[in-house]
């Protein structure tokens, strides 16, 4: 392909030298815009990112705060009413429940935590959020 200068040095004087410069304002207008264009790009996706990043805090902030109300909380309460279950013998949990029972309410108190709006969570979240 021929360029804008190789054409002015063909055609030589003034009207060669006046399409040369024409083309490299034209390359300069383009370059300009393209450059307008990726710097713009540039900060949308900076924008994005940082949005994302702060998304991401918060969400692992809320999932901290939900932890540590489930396990400070929420598994004691359970535990101590499995505890104080005094059913007869056919009904009284087995060595077997007995001993995944902690693994049991540790799970149930995180989704108890996570279905709830607990106004205690919310709180920690926001002594998180100040802290971190």
Known sequence: MIGASEIGQTLGGAQGDLLSRAALSRQDRDRASFAQVLSIAERTIDAQAAERSQQTRTDEQRKAAEDFVAMAFVQPILKQLRESNQAAAPFAPSSAQKSFQQMLDGVLSRNI??????????????RLSKSG
């Open 113 to 126: 935590t996570q279905a709830s709006n607990w106004p205690l969570v919310e709180k920690v979240q926001e």
